[in-house]
């Protein structure tokens, strides 16, 4: 199988590793080889966390620059930020509620302009995906359920060889108990709504 290149990037307590987890799970259990490195950099004080996951043949862990298949973005200056990742193919989806570092907070840097950097990917990238995961995550039950929010949009995409309802069998299996309803929830809202975006 060719191999499907996925960049997840989040900042700590989004729920980044999680959601790589759940979808090399998923991989695996649909009889797909997996490569999958991580890198975390001051997570527990909201700094960024990086996933790479590989799908198919092949034997390098990493993404080059312009290889990312998917760019999948929990915070959309953290999107921005990993857009080199991405060639003129490739298919970003970008969670649209900022949650801006602590050097922001601070007063020590600003802010991107974000709507006007995201028309700029818009115009370099096959597609562009913008939903509120945030949003979509507290209707489901809890905004921790960002990142099943995000990997629903994934799968509504089409590009990935794997079935929802595998997806959905991980889920149940892979999360804990108590927030395995919502999680289900959200991975299905974020399904749809990048599923009404296809043509």
Known sequence: MKTIRVMIVAV?????I???RVLGE????????VRMSEFHGMAQRGGVVESMVLLGDGTGY???DGEADVLLGFEPSETIRAAAK?????IVITNTVPLPPFTV???????PQMPESLKKLASRVQNLIMLDALKIATEAGSPLAVNMAMLGALA???I???????FCRIIEEKTKKRFVEINLKAFQAGMMQADNTRS
């Open 12 to 16: 700590g307590g989004q729920g980044n």
């Open 18 to 20: 999680l959601a790589a």
């Open 26 to 33: 998923t991989a695996v259990a649909a009889g797909i080889d």
């Open 62 to 64: 990493c993404i080059a």
């Open 86 to 90: 991405c060639s003129s193919s490739s």
């Open 105 to 111: 907070a601070m007063g020590q840097a600003q802010y």
């Open 156 to 158: 509504g995409t089409g």
């Open 160 to 166: 990935l060889p794997m079935e929802p309802d595998l």
